[in-house]
């Protein structure tokens, strides 16, 4: 069985200031690894995903994320944020072998800009 | 139309109506998913259809039943539901269930 832990439902953070939303993991088995963001009335999309190689993923949108096996973490961060960044954040985990079949949600972080 | 639509995307009914949520995906996908989105709890995997047969059914009651005519659509047929029932419904796709999953805006869905 996989869990997937989200400590803060929601963070605050002012504009252009740095941001880090963290995300745990347990799993007996290899995970992929994931962040998705749903914008206010829409639904989730991909925001960037650890499967294999460089520990180190990055969105194209200025996110960044790191797989740390050690911790079993995925924190998610980014540098500068802006007002557009206001959404719903998201880590998912899933076995590798099952995929989507057994994959597992965090309960969100909700990230608010304040201009 | 691009993506994954779904309707309605709000939706009214007492506890003894019949209705169904639809939706359609234009992405050539082979998978498809029903998740609930309840306020404080983790996305809930509800069903999924791979090559239209149901591969997954996470101990959802009887009164959600999916039904996937075929690869492009995926129906939830509700019945007798509860006030607790009450959340948004989120129907995804993918090109496999290894693949990453593309998401519908939600029915939003309130039981009285």
């Known amino acids: 069985a996989q869990s997937v832990t989200q400590l803060d439902s929601q963070v605050p953070v002012f504009e252009e200031a740095p941001v880090e939303l963290r995300c745990n993991y347990s799993?007996?088995?290899?995970?992929?690894l994931f962040w998705y963001v749903q914008y206010p009335n829409q639904g989730l999309q991909l925001l960037l995903k650890y499967l294999s190689g460089s520990t180190l993923v990055e969105s194209i949108n200025g996110f960044e994320a790191e797989f740390n096996k050690s911790q079993t973490s995925f924190h998610l961060r980014k540098p500068s944020v802006h007002i557009s960044d206001t959404a719903e954040y998201f880590c998912a985990v899933s076995d590798i072998n099952f995929g989507n079949e057994k994959l597992t949600f965090g309960t969100g972080t909700r990230l608010t800009i304040i201009p | 139309e691009t993506g994954v639509t779904q309707t309605p995307r709000h939706l009214v009914m007492g506890m003894t109506n019949k209705k169904s949520l639809k939706c359609e995906q234009h992405?050539?996908?082979?998978?498809m998913y029903w998740y609930k989105q309840s306020a404080k709890k983790p996305l809930e995997l509800m069903f999924v259809y791979n090559f239209k047969e149901q591969t997954e059914n996470n101990s959802v009651p009887s009164r959600f039943s999916p039904e996937c005519p075929n690869s492009s659509h995926l129906f939830l047929h509700l019945h007798t539901l509860q006030p607790e029932d009450s959340a948004l419904y989120l129907c995804?796709?993918?090109?496999?269930?290894?693949?990453?999953?593309?998401f519908g805006e939600g029915s939003r869905l309130t039981v009285l």
């Open positions: 995804a796709s993918s090109q496999s269930v290894l693949g990453e999953l593309f």
């Open positions: 799993s007996s088995v290899s995970v992929y």
């Open positions: 992405l050539g996908h082979n998978a």
